[in-house]
């Protein structure tokens, strides 16, 4: 392709400034010198020391860990199911636009509906038990409802790009369904659930509206305490824990790329 | 006949089985769904045509009067106020959904003409806000628009906010968080349309003499299309019920309909009313992925 023009180009690099200035800010602000103001006084690094002896932060940050390790897990396990179930099995016409449809119900419906049904839902539920209080148990819930369809989507588009002529010369060779499943499924649809959990894991980390609706006073995630402190006044502490947040984001997604970029390699 | 011998994928077994089968792995996940997905959500659109007490309990008894106040009817007369904020949360998204298709369309013309390997390095960069949190990157337009820098200056200076105030909150933080925010959801789905353009088309085109806009929609709309209604539907349906952005950047004055919806469960503790503006919402998704639809399109989420 040729060279865009020069109009383009500009306009291009203008779009690109506009989305990282914001962030850039932040960065820049984290390591300046002045706590309050944005007069720019000479560089530190206090505030990035500051937040690793901040108990409540570092508990902040392994709730918000703990929380996606654990949702992640269950999701993967249960959407990956869900995809076998749906994909490798003779269903009616019907019942597979029936399926269809509920896998894309948790990915259209906006966060915030979810989040409403779901406060509502665990409301009417703590007459029964007192689990469904406000905090982690409901946000592990919230958290699988909405990841469970997108690892289903993702690892059954790896079953279908697959298709089914290994597992039928298995069968031919008298392999048993356990058999099927275990050595020849499960190894080649890898690749699709190790997306989906990775796809999961980070929608759990992003999430702030499901969070926000769930969480209970001893479960703050660190996009919580991020809208919380920023309501208060933004503080170099703040930008700080912010700009740790982006390099971790850009080092996942940079993983991620090379992950699957090695992928097609092979 | 559930009972008769077939033979699927190489195995030989009788419909009865298989559907036990199926129904074992699909049942978890299901399940799951079934009890904390369409249960809530049909309790939820049973609960807006419920009651609120004093306290904000739940009195289930039926009414629509939650619905009448969405309306704008209430005691004290008539006034548009919630309509207005589902009509600006339509007019927010759908100018947000505007902008980003047209920045959308040089960046993704000048990622597609890098050479392979910076081409690469700039999708990333396109990818990270794209995964980057929500709440840090709503807050970090508060630093642009502090009234310390130029921004807020110019501002001043040209008499449009008094000096030394910020330009936050204000309908325009709410357009540049939003913008900023739904960006690369048109960009990505619109750059893989991009891509594969066919280049001979718009060559034959401009020997044609066509002019430049001739060109556009004539040669590169139709290729680029599918990626673009992607890129719209990805942008529109979650705008519309945004929460973050016009909580930050917006302030009271400037709420849209999830600012609404969380005000219930929040600080009114009106649970029927803010079950019943979730289906005014849902709604509106509805009709949009509808319109979607009707353009004959499948929805390719993933």
Redesign the interface.
């Known amino acids: 392709?040729?060279?865009?023009h020069p109009?383009?180009?500009s306009?291009?690099?203008g779009?690109?400034g506009?989305?990282?200035?914001?962030?850039f800010?932040?960065a820049v602000?984290s390591v300046n010198k002045a706590e309050k103001?944005?007069?720019w006084k000479g560089f530190t690094l206090d505030w990035y020391l500051q937040l690793f002896s901040n108990e409540w932060i570092l508990s902040t940050a392994l709730n918000t860990l703990a929380l996606a390790v654990v949702s992640t897990l269950i999701a993967t396990v249960?959407?990956t199911?869900?995809a076998?179930?749906?994909n490798?099995?003779?269903?009616s016409k019907k019942a597979n636009s029936m399926?269809d449809i509920?896998l894309?119900?948790?990915?259209?419906?906006?966060?915030?509906?979810?989040?409403?049904?779901?406060?509502?839902?665990f409301?009417?539920l703590r007459v029964l038990s007192n689990v469904f209080e406000p905090g982690m148990f409901d946000m592990i819930?919230?958290h699988?409802?909405f990841q469970?369809?997108?690892v289903?989507?993702?690892v059954r588009?790896r079953l279908m790009s697959i298709g089914?002529d290994v597992?039928?010369?298995?069968?031919?060779l008298f392999a048993t369904?356990w058999y099927v499943l275990r050595r020849v499924m499960i190894p080649l649809m890898l690749p699709g659930v190790v997306a989906g959990a990775m796809l999961a894991f980070?929608l759990s980390?992003?999430d702030?509206?499901l969070s926000?609706?769930t969480a209970g006073p001893d479960s703050q995630t660190?996009?919580l305490y991020?809208?919380a402190a920023?309501?208060k006044g933004?503080t170099p502490e703040i930008h700080a824990l912010?700009t740790l947040?982006?390099l971790i984001?850009?080092v996942?997604?940079?993983g991620a790329?090379r992950m699957s970029?090695k992928k097609e390699a092979c | 006949m559930p009972n008769r011998l077939f033979i699927w994928r190489g195995e030989l077994t009788t419909r009865g089985s298989l559907t036990k089968r199926g129904l074992s792995f699909l049942s978890s996940g299901m399940l799951w769904l079934a009890l904390f997905l369409i249960v809530p959500t049909l309790v939820f659109m049973a609960l807006s045509f419920a009651d609120r007490g004093e306290y904000g309990e739940i009195i289930w008894k039926f009414t629509v009067e939650n619905y009448q106040r969405l309306m704008g009817y209430s005691v004290f007369g008539w006034t548009p106020d919630y309509l207005y904020i589902l009509w600006r949360s339509v007019v927010v998204a759908g100018l947000t959904t505007l902008i980003s298709v047209l920045l959308s369309y040089p960046l993704s013309f000048f990622i597609a003409s890098r050479p392979p390997r910076s081409r690469y390095l700039w999708l990333t960069l396109v990818i990270v806000p794209f995964w980057t949190n929500m709440v840090i990157r709503a807050y970090a337009w508060f630093l642009i628009l502090a009234p310390e820098l130029p921004f807020a200056k110019v501002a001043a200076f040209l008499g449009l906010v008094p000096s030394g105030s910020a330009l936050y909150p204000s309908p325009i933080a709410v357009y540049l968080g939003m913008v900023s925010m739904f960006l690369p959801f048109v960009t990505l789905p619109l750059y893989s349309s991009v891509e594969r353009l066919d280049w001979s088309l718009v060559e034959a085109a401009q020997d044609l003499y066509s002019s430049r806009t001739r060109v556009f929609f004539k040669a590169i709309l139709p290729q680029t299309l599918p990626g673009l209604s992607v890129g719209v539907v990805l942008t529109f349906v979650p705008a519309m019920g945004t929460f973050i952005v016009p909580d930050l950047l917006g302030g009271a004055k400037y709420m849209l309909v999830g600012n609404l919806i969380q005000q219930q469960f929040g600080a009114s503790r009106d649970w029927p009313f803010g079950a019943a503006v979730s289906m005014a919402l849902m709604i509106l998704t509805m009709i949009s992925l509808q319109l979607y639809r009707r353009r004959g399109e499948e929805i390719e989420l993933l």
Do not use: Q
Not at chain 1, 18 to 23: K, S, T
Not at chain 1, 88 to 91: A, D, K, L
Not at chain 1, 167 to 172: G, I, K, N, W
């Open positions: 392709m040729k060279a865009a109009v383009i180009k306009l291009a690099l779009t690109m506009f989305l990282y200035l914001p962030l800010g932040v602000y103001g944005l007069l249960l959407g199911l869900v076998i179930g749906i490798r099995f003779p269903w399926l509920m894309h119900i948790p990915v259209v419906t906006p966060d915030i509906i979810m989040a409403g049904a779901l406060v509502v839902a409301g009417l819930i919230a699988i409802t469970i369809a997108f289903a989507l993702v588009s089914h597992e039928e010369a298995a069968r031919d369904n980070t980390l992003d702030f509206v926000f609706f660190l996009p991020i809208y920023v309501r933004v912010s947040v982006v984001t850009v996942l997604v940079v790329e970029r």
